[in-house]
């Protein structure tokens, strides 16, 4: 596996922009699509023209799952 660090460089296609642009990765905070949490500090790449995440490398896999768990715990506690 890869690992990946801030700064570094790569190409990927963006959805916004429709075409395959250069990215830097960086941390930043990623807001899961169903609205409850956030994965917080998580290593992604953004595009260098519009600043879309357009990839998250394997190496943030772990963080991800635990802040799902912490969420899906914090949801199960308010129903």
């Not at 916004?16 to 609205?35: I, L, M, N, Q, W």
């Amino acid at each position: 596996m890869k690992v990946w660090y801030a700064g570094d460089k790569a190409k990927a296609v963006c959805e916004k922009c429709r075409k395959v642009v250069a990215t830097t990765f960086d941390y930043h905070d990623g807001p899961f699509e169903s609205g409850i949490g956030v994965a917080k500090q998580i290593m992604a790449a953004t595009c260098d023209e519009c600043g879309t995440v357009v990839a998250i490398p394997p190496q943030s896999t772990p963080a991800i799952r635990v802040a799902r768990e912490i969420a899906s715990k914090q949801l199960q506690q308010s129903q």
